[in-house]
């Protein structure tokens, strides 16, 4: 039987009685001293925290530096630039967390690329106009402020409104970095078996190619291509025993390795942005005919993207060589494929699409991308390589 933890801690207590710390217990049945630690320990292991960076822009010289003084003494990082072609420089050159704008037409052109930008979509914007009727606030809005101060203001309201427009703004940045570690999270799991290292790269592309060939919007088809990267998430949680086996799973490890499905839907719920995505990577295994898992659905009730995804995780796996099977080539895999849906396991529109695609030209295609979070750059590439897509 293991030993309280009041007696567990004595040795140490002995020990660190020796020195020149006065300890006692915890709470917990921990010894910690009660002397201070060292304040430069924790600076340096922690560092001061980084200010936030505001970029101030119009052409009065007098309320730039103002307003510079004012967000300075409130502990931010301040840079100011003079409407238009300064304010550009400086949104290119620097990581800017928060814009204010003096009003006129150069800062609504401004404001209007900003949003247009992918880079600054999300930026946010605090307009400063002396006009303060309704018409002014609503072209100020309408040009992607997101939020308008008349002038002159009370210095109060404007440190309180800009702070609260970077809390906001901090919320926006963690949401993006949680999403990029659960994509960097899905590629480990891609990469811990080195025969299906790349599957997510080489999926990913295929997915918007289908997605496409739909006629999907912008939008599904970046849903599409996140579902590519993060359909097997699930398998972080899935033993190297299991996952990494050289050779055909028994019925326990089937069950076990099922599991991926929900586990990778569970983990990704909290993340408001990927809720298009669950569908996928819950449902990316369900069968037309309802033989399929975890829920059993069968023809339209399966979600039509976990369809999409499907298909092309099925040709990467046949294409691909396995520790228990050589990669077999594009005209195998369709051929497979198409027995399957014939078997009443797919869906048959979908794999007729599927079969007109030019699967070798659109899985060497480099999206010239770094990754989902530039959708934009991933789908104009594909774009300009429709024409190569389909055998029309």
């Known amino acids: 039987m293991a030993a309280p933890y009041s007696a567990r801690v004595r040795p140490l207590e002995a020990v660190l009685s020796r020195t020149n710390w006065n300890v006692k217990a915890s709470p917990?049945?921990?010894?910690?001293?009660?002397?201070?630690?060292?304040?430069?320990?924790?600076?340096?292991?922690?560092?001061?925290?980084?200010?936030?960076?505001?970029?101030?822009?119009?052409?009065?010289?007098?309320?730039?530096?103002?307003?510079?003084?004012?967000?300075?003494?409130?502990?931010?990082?301040?840079?100011?630039?003079?409407?238009?072609?300064?304010?550009?420089?400086?949104?290119?050159?620097?990581?800017?967390?928060?814009?204010?704008?003096?009003?006129?037409?150069?800062?609504?052109?401004?404001?209007?690329?900003?949003?247009?930008?992918?880079r600054t979509a999300l930026t946010p914007v605090l307009m400063l106009t002396s006009d303060q009727s309704p018409a002014r606030e609503i072209e100020c809005i309408a040009s992607g402020a997101d939020s308008v101060l008349g002038w002159p203001f009370d210095s109060g309201v404007l440190c309180a409104r800009v702070g609260s427009m970077l809390r906001r703004q901090a919320g926006v940045d963690a949401l993006e970095d949680s999403e990029m570690t659960l994509a960097f999270l899905a590629q480990a799991v891609d990469e811990r078996d080195n025969l299906t290292a790349s599957h997510c790269n080489r999926m990913s592309p295929l997915?918007?190619?289908?997605?496409?060939?739909?006629?999907?919007?912008?939008?599904?088809?970046?849903?599409?291509?996140?579902?590519?990267?993060?359909?097997?998430?699930?398998?972080?949680?899935?033993?190297?025993?299991?996952?990494?086996?050289?050779?055909?799973?028994?019925?326990?490890?089937?069950?076990?390795?099922?599991?991926?499905?929900?586990?990778?839907?569970?983990?990704?719920?909290?993340?408001?942005?990927?809720?298009?995505?669950?569908?996928?990577?819950?449902?990316?295994?369900?069968?037309?005919?309802?033989?399929?898992?975890?829920?059993?659905?069968?023809?339209?009730?399966?979600?039509?993207?976990?369809?999409?995804?499907?298909?092309?995780?099925?040709y990467d796996a046949l294409t691909s060589p396995r520790a228990y099977k050589p990669g077999r080539n594009s005209a195998d895999a369709l051929r497979i494929m198409q027995e399957e849906t014939d078997r009443g396991w797919r869906d048959p529109e979908l794999v007729s699409l599927f079969l007109l695609l030019r699967h070798e030209d659109v899985q060497n295609t480099n999206p010239q991308t770094r990754g989902w979070r530039e959708p934009d750059a991933m789908i104009e590439s594909l774009q300009n390589l429709r024409s190569s897509i389909l055998r029309y």
Do not use: F
Not at 57 to 70: F, S
Not at 211 to 236: C, F, Q, T
């Open 207 to 314: 997915c918007v190619a289908m997605g496409m060939a739909m006629g999907l919007s912008s939008e599904h088809l970046l849903v599409l291509h996140r579902g590519g990267y993060m359909h097997d998430i699930g398998k972080i949680g899935i033993p190297d025993a299991i996952l990494s086996k050289a050779g055909p799973l028994d019925e326990e490890e089937w069950r076990v390795m099922r599991t991926h499905t929900t586990k990778g839907e569970e983990m990704c719920r909290p993340m408001k942005s990927l809720t298009p995505v669950l569908p996928i990577i819950r449902s990316h295994h369900e069968r037309w005919d309802g033989s399929g898992y975890p829920d059993g659905l069968k023809g339209r009730d399966i979600p039509l993207l976990a369809r999409v995804v499907q298909l092309a995780d099925i």
């Open 28 to 118: 917990v049945g921990y010894a910690v001293p009660a002397r201070t630690v060292r304040q430069s320990w924790r600076d340096e292991v922690t560092g001061p925290p980084e200010s936030a960076a505001v970029l101030i822009a119009g052409d009065n010289a007098a309320h730039l530096e103002a307003l510079r003084v004012l967000l300075e003494n409130e502990g931010h990082r301040v840079l100011t630039a003079r409407l238009a072609s300064e304010a550009h420089v400086s949104l290119r050159q620097s990581e800017i967390d928060l814009v204010l704008l003096e009003m006129c037409p150069a800062a609504l052109d401004l404001c209007r690329g900003m949003r247009s930008n992918r």
